[in-house]
């Protein structure tokens, strides 16, 4: 196994490897990486332009991160899945670009053989977050500092976790979803909603995230009927499935539309259906 971490290798197209990191031989790095002191890069990792990978991280299996990421100390990505029906099969992880990993943020690699666990562009992991395998990361998500996604969650585009939360196996969070700190996810939150408690509870529309999103500007977006639906579905004496119906067939924006999919989807067979609502 060659380590290449000479003179010539690390100025070869800008790219920049301190003497104490490890860098396989079989690994890709791109032009401007930058690998700091004790860092080590596995033989089945790819590495994209521009992506600064800090010290003492850990970067291994067969993990692809795309352009200009950020990688701050003491990260572990693509390691083995914390899962006991993890076989040694050798999954992926798949990262885009313009990430930024703080400090001890853990990425596992998927269980079963095919699987991926992803990741992807212009996120935000703070400290000490972990990303269990076979999860899904949308694009514009914040996750604070110690919240611990289990296996088989996904999360949609600019949502917002809060602190020092668990996010239960096989949950699903919503686009423009925001969570409070310390709450328990232990169902699905649907999109555009605000969540909070122990145990979670929905608190209303993410009013807030949908102006600071732009969707306001969208011709096709329409907050007023948005909210009547999310009254529909949440507030009215109608069980989920009905509401669901009814809503389905008055006019709808694209924002409705995202939700009543959402919500079809988490009351169907085998999943653990919405939050519901705070009394």
């Known amino acids: 196994m060659e380590n290449k971490n000479t003179d010539l290798k690390s100025s070869f ?42 010290p003492n991280a850990v970067i291994t299996g067969r993990t692809q991160l795309g352009i ?16 006991l029906k993890y076989k040694g099969a050798p999954t992926e992880v798949i990262i885009g670009d313009n990430n930024t990993f703080r400090e001890c943020v853990t990425i596992n690699k998927a269980t079963d053989e095919g699987d991926k666990t992803i990741i992807g562009n212009n996120n935000l992991l703070m400290a000490y977050s972990h990303i269990g395998h076979n999860c899904e ?28 939360l668990g996010i239960h196996q096989f949950v699903h969070i919503g686009y423009l979803a ?11 939150v649907p999109p555009f909603c605000l969540a909070e408690g122990h145990p979670g509870r929905l608190r209303g529309l993410n009013r807030i995230g949908i102006k600071r999103s732009g969707l306001m500007e969208n011709k096709d977006f329409d907050l007023k009927i948005l909210q009547n639906t999310w009254n529909l579905l949440f507030k009215s004496n109608n069980v989920m499935s009905e509401a669901l119906d009814i809503a ?7 924002s409705s539309t995202k939700l ?20």
């Open 68 to 83: 200009n990421n950020k990688v701050f100390p003491n990260v572990f990505i693509g390691l083995d899945p914390q899962d």
């Open 178 to 188: 925001m969570i409070g700190g310390m709450t328990r996810v232990d169902r699905d």
């Open 248 to 254: 389905i067939k008055s006019k709808l924006d694209i």
């Open 137 to 164: 990361l949308g694009d514009g998500i914040v996750l604070s500092n110690s919240v611990q996604v289990a296996g088989h969650v996904k999360v949609e585009d600019k949502a917002i976790i809060g602190g020092c």
């Open 260 to 279: 009543c999919d959402f919500l079809k989807n988490s009351i169907s067979k085998e999943r653990r259906g919405p939050m519901p609502l705070i009394n």
């Open 13 to 54: 197209n800008g790219i920049k490897v301190h003497p104490s990191a490890f860098v396989d031989s079989n690994a890709e790095l791109h032009d401007g990486v930058i690998v700091s002191q004790g860092a080590i890069i596995g033989p089945d990792v790819t590495i994209g332009r521009g992506t600064e990978i800090g």
